[in-house]
T-cell receptor, first 112, second 116 residues
Framework: KNQVEQSPQSLIILEGKNCTLQ??????????LRWYKQDTGRGPVSLTI?????NTKSNGRYTATLDADTKQSSLHITASQLSDSASYIC???????????FGQGTTLQVKP | GAGVSQSPSNKVTEKGKDVELRCDPI?????LYWYRQSLGQGLEFLIY????????KSGLPSDRFSAERTGGSVSTLTIQRTQQEDSAVYLC??????????????FGQGTRLTVV
């Protein structure tokens, strides 16, 4: 069964601290993996995309990694800001149909 | 249009009534997705349209739910005989496809459905 599991479910950190969010997937055939950020009351917005051959990709203070062998991805946030408070969703795409498989998300709260 | 547009943005309906939710995807996007999100929960897949292929309806929770996509563009999600558990935000997203890879999915702002 195609599944995407994320951990932790929720996380609270102090402003300025770093954090890492995890994503494990059992999706086949794999096309790509994206991390989305969803602010409260808004639709998700893509942060970064990882394809099979990519191990790491950065977007500002966000760095995503992908281990295609173990089927794990992580999203590392550096020097967190209050505006980073949101849900972070890991999404894996099937290569045969293009269908997106969503994780349940990690809710991050950054406190001053 | 510039982005994915959903209407209405809010809908309050009485239990047992039918509702129609509309999604206008980004022009040229061949893939269209419907999800719903209950308060504080993750996104629940409902249905996926990709070009002219038969839609993937595996996420529809019951036969009260149906969706169509006319002319490969606008989509309508219909919920018949609404129940209180149908209350959620219904999100639509669209993306295009290059080879075996879908581009980023762009989401609309959602329709907040409240069944009273």
């Amino acid at each position: 069964k195609n599944q995407v599991e994320q951990s932790p479910q929720s996380l609270i950190i102090l402003e300025g601290k770093n954090c890492t969010l995890q994503c494990n997937y059992t999706v086949s055939p794999f096309s790509n993996l994206r991390w989305y950020k969803q602010d409260t009351g808004r639709g998700p917005v893509s942060l970064t995309i990882m394809t099979f051959s990519e191990n790491t990709k950065s977007n500002g203070r966000y760095t995503a990694t992908l281990d295609a062998d173990t089927k794990q991805s992580s999203l590392h946030i550096t020097a967190s800001q209050l505006s980073d408070s949101a849900s972070y969703i890991c999404v894996v795409s099937l290569s045969n149909t293009g269908k997106l498989i969503f994780g349940q998300g990690t809710t991050l709260q950054v406190k001053p | 249009g510039a982005g994915v547009s959903q209407s209405p943005s809010n809908k309050v309906t009485e239990k047992g009534k039918d509702v129609e939710l509309r999604c206008d995807p980004i022009s040229g996007h061949t893939a269209l997705y419907w999800y719903r999100q209950s308060l504080g929960q993750g996104l629940e897949f409902l249905i996926y349209f990709q070009g002219n292929s038969a839609p993937d309806k595996s996420g529809l929770p019951s036969d009260r739910f149906s969706a169509e996509r006319t002319g490969g563009s606008v989509s309508t999600l219909t919920i018949q005989r609404t129940q209180q558990e149908d209350s959620a935000v219904y999100l639509c997203a669209s993306s295009s496809r290059t080879g075996l890879m879908n581009t980023e999915a762009f989401f609309g702002q959602g329709t907040r459905l409240t069944v009273v």
